[in-house]
């Protein structure tokens, strides 16, 4: 895509909702979170419109993403969302989901949580970012690391900076705001 997703979205009947009301915007519950990386993981190597088209289904599919129930999914679980033809029917993806459910749960030991872990490893660089999701989670290669970071407003770069929808989200106050004043570690 040539085109920036601030000219894209505005107006487009998929992207528009959640260009101008969620994308960059910060994102602080657990749930949320989660919901966001596996919706990113899942788009890999295909659009993000069809993601956004088959969200609900994923929703319903994941039961609403809670973190403890998707943690305890077993290979029934798998093999039920493997013929649910309203998400993407990817046994590494669908494994991935299950598999970082069940880290998130062990992060809530160290850090309260997905959220309580990202603020103690932020600010951070992309690269940075990158080594500790894959320390961390499955199928987080820098592109799902990044889309999951700007999304969530922890990485800059969502909206160009004459997109209305930018001054709206410094309003929020992205995580990515605090890093003028911090050095962010080397990794």
């Keep these: 895509m040539t085109e920036s997703y601030c000219?894209?979205?505005?107006?487009?009947?998929?992207?528009?909702s959640y260009h101008d009301s969620e994308y960059g915007?910060?994102?602080?519950?657990d749930k949320e979170l989660f919901e966001r990386l596996?919706?990113?993981i899942n788009q890999a190597g295909l659009s993000w419109a069809l993601i956004?088209?088959?969200r609900a289904a994923f929703v319903r599919a994941f039961d609403g993403f809670d973190i403890d129930s998707v943690a305890a999914y077993t290979q029934e679980d798998v093999e039920r969302l493997m013929g649910n033809s309203g998400i993407i029917r990817n046994r590494r993806k669908i494994e991935a989901a299950v598999t970082n459910a069940q880290r998130l749960v062990e992060l809530r030991a160290l850090h309260g949580g997905f959220h309580g872990w990202l603020e103690a490893h932020h600010p951070r660089e992309h690269a940075a970012w990158t080594r500790l999701f894959r320390q961390t989670f499955?199928?987080?290669g820098p592109l799902v690391v990044e889309e999951f970071l700007m999304?969530?407003?922890w990485l800059p770069g969502?909206?160009?900076?004459?997109?209305?929808v930018q001054e709206r989200i410094i309003k929020a106050h992205p995580p990515w705001?605090?890093?003028h004043d911090k050095a962010p570690p080397d990794g």
């Design 25 to 29: 915007f910060p994102v602080r519950g």
């Design 158 to 164: 969502a909206h160009s900076d004459d997109c209305p």
């Design 177 to 179: 705001l605090d890093c």
């Design 151 to 153: 999304s969530t407003g």
């Design 52 to 54: 956004l088209k088959k």
């Design 7 to 16: 000219a894209l979205a505005p107006g487009d009947p998929v992207h528009s």
């Design 138 to 140: 499955v199928f987080t």
């Design 38 to 40: 596996v919706l990113e």
